[in-house]
């Protein structure tokens, strides 16, 4: 009894009027303005997810391209300066982050063991454990920027079905709309109902699936330049004990 007046307003708003379709267009044109908000909200989210990919997919790339030139810079380096010195040249990007990060961590930090005649003071164990977790810190930082609005194309892929599944249980009151207003069950009363259905499948199904799809390429990236990071933060220590600033 409380449904009666929801389901008596859907099937006034999904009554599909007008001569038959004869293409997809015409499909779309001649849908309900119920169905063809279900529609423009799908195009909304579909122009959102392939801006988000498309973004995502140029920070990627133009981030993993100058870290891979200044990873290889920092292979060669034998010493914190050279390093240093790469650093400053190499473009923006998470592992000039980190190694700033850990110069700025050596740079404020007083070494705890007094220098010795043939060597210069180094950090303690405690200060190394330090550095380690500043280390880990700037590159779950570096991460999370990198991974920015990438769970909406998550959303999206999860979202769109529902509201398609919205827009068929709408294409399927319109087609018992049309046999109501037909007084039979033939074909010509039930298709505008059924194409409404099936348009508002395809149209989630669309935008579900790239967006399902990229997020988890896009996630995939991430977490190898997590693992990247990681390692070259164990690679920065290395150096920095070759170094004997630790």
């Given amino acids: 009894m409380m449904l009666a007046p929801v389901v008596g307003v859907l099937m006034q708003l999904t009554v599909v009027k007008g001569a038959a379709?004869?293409?997809?267009?015409?499909m779309v044109l001649g849908l309900s303005p119920l169905s063809m908000g279900v529609l423009v909200l799908l195009g909304c989210l579909s122009a959102l997810s392939w801006g988000v990919m498309l973004a995502k997919w140029a920070s990627f790339r133009k981030a993993e391209k100058a870290g891979r030139e200044f990873v290889h810079d920092f292979e060669r380096a034998d010493t914190l300066d050279e390093a240093t010195i790469f650093a400053k040249r190499a473009?923006?990007?998470?592992?000039?982050?980190v190694y700033?990060?850990?110069?700025?961590?050596?740079d404020v930090t007083r070494p705890a063991l007094s220098a010795t005649s043939d060597r210069s003071a180094r950090l303690s164990a405690s200060q190394v454990e330090a550095l380690k977790l500043v280390?880990?810190?700037?590159?779950?930082?570096?991460?999370?920027?990198?991974?920015?609005m990438i769970p909406?194309?998550?959303?999206?892929?999860?979202v769109s079905p529902l509201i398609g599944?919205?827009?068929?249980?709408?294409?399927?009151?319109?087609a018992f709309a049309g046999i109501q207003a037909a007084g039979s069950g033939n074909i010509a009363s039930v298709a505008p109902g059924i194409s409404e259905a099936l348009i508002a499948t395809a149209a989630a199904l669309a935008v579900a699936i790239p967006s399902a799809?990229?997020?988890?390429?896009?996630?995939?990236?991430l977490n190898r330049m997590d693992n990247r990071l990681e390692?070259?933060?164990?690679?920065?220590?290395?150096?920095?004990?070759?170094?004997?600033k630790i």
Avoid: C, H, Q
């Avoid at 909406?152 to 999860?158: E, R």
């Avoid at 599944?165 to 319109?174: C, E, P």
């Avoid at 390692?231 to 004997?244: N, P, Q």
């Fill in 21 to 26: 379709p004869k293409s997809v267009l015409d």
């Fill in 165 to 174: 599944l919205f827009g068929t249980v709408v294409g399927i009151i319109s």
């Fill in 231 to 244: 390692s070259f933060g164990s690679e920065l220590i290395a150096l920095m004990v070759r170094d004997e």
């Fill in 152 to 158: 909406w194309l998550a959303t999206i892929g999860s």
């Fill in 213 to 221: 799809f990229a997020y988890n390429l896009l996630a995939s990236r």
């Fill in 135 to 148: 280390l880990d810190a700037e590159a779950s930082n570096e991460r999370e920027e990198m991974g920015k």
């Fill in 100 to 106: 700033a990060r850990a110069v700025r961590f050596l």
């Fill in 91 to 97: 473009k923006p990007n998470p592992y000039v982050a």
